[in-house]
């Protein structure tokens, strides 16, 4: 069984264009993220998500939406695509969040779009 | 959270023992050190983390010195497998992890 899956696994689309990414996880976990991998290979973090709360928003334009309909999912939202969101995008999972306390990540497999 | 400093790419010859350095001298009393490492292609898989004492695991071992300014990652077999970037991240708990460079390591048959 996938911990953690993101569908699709490859996405090309043209400038202007809104797509979405889903994001799945069974791992139980509460806490969940999306980040990017651009083509120079660094991965950000943009959003994570605990218990439907946005608590982390790393400067990413308000094209993008996470949106999580249960604990379960987070899907991620881009409106009026541009060439610079080419990139891989990485979904995350973990058990809880906060400061002071350790766990891991569970990643995804990686949706790489690819803007015309 | 601490910038950490890592070589840019390291070699080791397959079945020995692959130890990748990291240094996080402004690392804070409360900050752990976490491990993960990317396999081209693939998202980024958890290896270990660490806050004071040394840790091991069926992956790896974390040693951590005294003084908590550098660690050290040990792979003690490494296979052609864990040819990957490895990546040392030093975090309160764990939001929103930042990956810098990381180390490319190459394992030689």
């Known amino acids: 069984d996938t911990a953690v899956s993101q569908t699709p696994k490859y996405l090309v689309t043209q400038m202007g264009n809104d797509k979405s990414i889903k994001c799945e996880q069974n791992?139980?976990?509460?806490?969940m993220y999306w980040y990017k991998q651009d083509s120079k290979k660094f991965l950000k973090i943009m959003f994570s998500y605990n218990n439907k709360e946005l608590i982390i928003n790393e400067t990413v334009p308000n094209r993008f939406s996470p949106k999580s309909p249960d604990k379960a999912h987070l899907n991620l939202h881009i409106n009026s695509l541009e060439l610079g969101d080419s990139a891989v995008y990485f979904c995350a999972s973990s058990r809880f969040s906060g400061t002071f306390r350790a766990h891991e990540q569970f990643f995804g497999p990686g949706t790489r779009l690819t803007v015309l | 959270d601490a910038k950490t400093t890592q070589p840019p790419s390291m070699d080791c010859a397959e079945g020995r023992a692959a130890n990748l350095p990291c240094n996080h001298s402004?690392?804070?009393?409360?900050?752990?050190v976490y491990w993960y490492r990317q396999i081209h292609s693939q998202g980024p898989q958890y290896i270990i983390h660490g806050l004071k004492n040394n840790e091991t695991n069926e992956m790896a071992s974390l040693i951590i010195t005294e003084d908590r300014k550098s660690s050290t990652l040990i792979l003690p077999h490494a296979t052609l497998r864990d040819t990957a970037v490895y990546y040392c991240?030093?975090?309160?708990?764990?939001?929103?992890?930042?990956f810098g460079k990381g180390t490319h390591l190459i394992i030689q048959p």
């Open positions: 791992l139980g976990h509460d806490t």
């Open positions: 402004t690392i804070s009393g409360n900050e752990y």
């Open positions: 991240i030093v975090v309160r708990g764990a939001d929103g992890l930042t």
